[in-house]
């Protein structure tokens, strides 16, 4: 099995950077890959920013080329997401989520409880 653990949303203001982390426990090596997903109230879920577990290679969305960023500490297993100029409409739930090698390195099977992350105007 796989657990994820989102932490570091809170409130904050239009402008400012925020990191979220994500820890990531149990069977580690089988994880390909650790996607950022964002919900927000009326909105369908929207995939972010993913990295490889393996050699670190980031994705983005177009939504947030530019602004985003995503890594990982394979010492720590941990998975970060950095947003600068954050906008009121990145308001959302924030989640990490898992692929693995066995299910599919593009299959989410795994998922984290969710981060809020608030940006006021």
């Known amino acids: 099995q796989v657990q994820l653990v989102e932490s570091g949303g809170r409130l904050v203001q239009a402008g400012d950077s925020l990191r979220l982390s994500c820890a990531v426990s149990?069977?580690?090596?089988?994880?390909?890959?650790v996607g950022w997903f964002r919900q927000a109230p009326g909105k369908e879920r929207e995939l972010l920013a993913a990295?490889?577990?393996?050699?670190?290679?980031?994705y983005y969305s177009d939504s947030v080329k530019g602004r985003f960023s995503t890594s990982r500490d394979s010492a720590t297993n941990t998975a970060f997401l950095t947003m600068n100029t954050l906008k009121p409409e990145d308001t959302a739930l924030y989640y990490c989520?898992?692929?693995?090698?066995?299910?599919?390195?593009?299959?989410?099977?795994?998922w984290g409880q969710g981060t809020q992350v608030t940006v006021s105007s």
């Open positions: 990295v490889t577990w393996g050699e670190g290679n980031p």
């Open positions: 989520a898992a692929t693995t090698i066995v299910a599919g390195p593009s299959r989410y099977g795994y």
């Open positions: 149990g069977r580690t090596f089988s994880v390909y890959a």
